[in-house]
């Protein structure tokens, strides 16, 4: 979930034409939501001015070979959801609408945040209130593979999830 900071090291909007920020006082609390509508599927932006940084933090996004990255936009406003709008494949540097539902204007944006990450510097109680929520939520190799299972992952983590699987298969 994407904290308040006070001043953005990044241009503000970002991406006026499609993310409108709702920034609310206290930690954990601001959000995005959507100013496009789009099908399932289609391309919602490139993910650009990012930067490679050279630990893992909370608000950081893995990418692939163990790299995080500081997505220095609006793209930092987009929350963990168990049943998100959006999918960050770091692979194509690329931010698309959910294979799984259209977006419409005034939608909340979210990703599947075990779908980027191995491990978190935070994992957390996740509040979304979908049905299909989760409830604790850290990297993908933390929970139980069970419950990752119909959630569109990131190739480095579908990757180190067979990687895991192949090690617990020899012990």
Known sequence: ????????????????????????????????????????GALFTPIKNHFYITKRTWPSVESPCGRHIDLNSDLFYVNHSCAPTLEYDVSKMEVRVSRYRDLCVGDNLSF????????????????????????????????????????????????????????????
């Open 1 to 40: 979930m994407a904290e308040s900071i006070e001043a953005p090291p990044w241009e503000q909007p970002s991406h006026p034409s499609i993310i409108q920020v709702h920034h609310r006082p206290g930690s954990y609390s601001s959000y995005a939501t959507s100013l496009i509508s789009l099908p399932a």
């Open 112 to 171: 599947f945040y075990p779908s980027t990450e191995w491990a978190m510097v935070q994992p957390f109680v996740c509040f979304c209130n979908e049905s299909e929520c989760l409830g604790q939520v850290s990297g993908a190799g933390q929970m139980p593979k069970a419950k990752l299972k119909g959630y569109w992952l990131n190739r480095h983590i579908e990757e180190k999830l067979k990687m895991a699987n192949a090690e617990e298969q020899i012990s």
